[in-house]
């Protein structure tokens, strides 16, 4: 009767260890905006793989992810980007409105105290270059854009 518990417990030490195979891995990348802003002419180049590992993978086929961190004092509901990335031998540039305010000015990302965090899905199967950089800029009609915290892409299954 006493083994029987043991019995188990072995069991489900082995379904869980044989189920935890190495599977697809996910890569993203977030960078910081400076204090002073994002200007017009910037644009941020983010690497979604960690280049200096010699096991990655260069091409997959992932969900093409793109996340913004704002301050509840960004002026806008919106934000306009403009996001290139390789894919194989063709370069892939989207034009993306990302909304972050409702039309009653509530801020639809999640987070608390004047932090909130927004995606965006930019592809739902698209073969990318996890090696190669995403190139991010803002292209909203003001010179220096304030009041953005974090940006990130990422490509997941």
């Not at 400076?34 to 990655?56: H, I, K, Q, R, V």
């Not at 909304?99 to 990318?128: H, M, N, P």
């Not at 009609?141 to 990422?154: A, P």
Request: aromatic share 8%; charged share 20%; net charge negative.
């Amino acid at each position: 009767m006493q083994r029987l518990p043991a019995l188990i417990a072995a069991i489900v030490c082995l379904i869980l260890a044989a189920s935890c195979g190495r599977g697809e891995r996910d890569y993203s990348r977030w960078t910081s905006i400076p204090a002073e802003g994002w200007a017009y002419g910037d644009t941020l180049a983010l690497t979604p793989a960690d280049t200096t590992l010699n096991d990655n993978d260069s091409l997959v086929r992932r969900a093409l992810r793109l996340g913004l961190v704002h301050t509840s004092a960004y002026p806008y509901a919106n934000l306009w980007l403009e996001v290139t990335y390789r894919g194989g031998a063709a370069i892939h540039r989207d034009t993306v409105n990302l909304t972050l305010a409702d039309i009653y000015g509530r801020w639809l990302g999640k987070g608390f105290g004047s932090f909130y965090q927004c995606e965006a899905v930019l592809d739902t199967d698209t073969e990318i270059d996890v090696t190669q950089p995403v190139l991010v800029r803002h292209i909203m009609r003001v010179d220096t854009l304030r009041n953005i915290d974090r940006i990130g892409i990422s490509a997941e299954n």
